[in-house]
């Protein structure tokens, strides 16, 4: 059972950064996906980037060109570093892992984006 925690997040200004970081206790080249989901008070948890075994990466509309996730092996770590943060980018991220056979959440963590 794969299990992930994830950390980073916080209350930051628009137009900030911030970078998320979710371990695994696994070697993440084993995990098919790994993907950040996000979800906002009212609403439905949404997909924002995934990255696939190789080197494949997609992200939500909403975020592209100032998203961008990537894996770390040697850490078992994969990262998702937000730029040009707005405050609708304001949720609990979560951190999921498909295997292929099963998935995976973490715990989240809660992003802020206000002045």
């Known amino acids: 059972q794969v299990q992930l925690v994830e950390s980073g997040g916080g209350l930051v200004q628009p137009g900030g950064s911030l970078r998320l970081s979710c371990a695994a206790s696994?070697?993440?080249?084993?995990?098919?996906?790994m993907g950040w989901y996000r979800q906002a008070p009212g609403k439905q948890r949404e997909l924002v980037a995934r990255?696939?075994?190789?080197?494949?990466?997609t992200y939500a509309d909403s975020v592209k060109g100032r998203f961008a996730i990537s894996r770390d092996n040697a850490k078992n770590t994969v990262y998702l570093q937000m730029n040009s943060l707005k405050p609708e980018d304001t949720a609990v991220y979560y951190c999921?892992?498909?295997?292929?056979?099963?998935?995976?959440w973490g715990q989240g963590t809660q992003v802020t984006v206000s002045s």
């Open positions: 990255s696939f075994r190789g080197s494949t990466t």
């Open positions: 999921n892992a498909n295997t292929g056979v099963g998935t995976t």
């Open positions: 696994v070697s993440i080249t084993t995990i098919y996906i």
